[in-house]
């Protein structure tokens, strides 16, 4: 079992930029894929960034160019940069683990997951 703490959401307007983390705790972390989701009420959970075990990167198509996705396997983080943010990104934002240490796009692939940092977009 993975402990997962995430921080640095909150309210921006338009443009702006964002920095989240999620802090890991558990054996073997640097074997394992992490990822960002994301989720707006009434929809799926969707898939934003990732790195898998040997730091491998993999975006969700409507996220890349904007959005950059660190880990720091010395200190257990994952890191979400999110610049020129939009109020389509309003969403809660999880970080997850995959012991397999390979990336994957659905959301059920990942067995540890954080509570969750609440990101909202003002126009």
């Known amino acids: 079992q993975v402990q997962l703490v995430e921080s640095g959401g909150r309210l921006v307007q338009a443009g702006a930029s964002l920095r989240l983390s999620c802090a890991a705790a558990?054996?073997?972390?640097?074997?394992?894929?992490m990822g960002w989701f994301r989720q707006v009420p009434g929809k799926e959970r969707e898939f934003v960034a990732a790195v898998d075990w040997r730091g491998g990167i993999k975006y969700g198509d409507f996220v890349k160019g904007r959005f950059t996705v660190s880990r720091d396997n010395a200190k257990s983080t994952l890191y979400l940069q999110m610049n020129s943010l939009k109020p389509e990104d309003t969403a809660v934002y999880y970080c997850a683990v995959r012991s397999s240490g390979r990336i994957a796009l659905a959301a059920p692939e990942y067995e540890d997951w954080g509570q969750g940092t609440q990101v909202t977009v003002s126009s």
């Open positions: 558990g054996r073997t972390f640097s074997d394992y894929a």
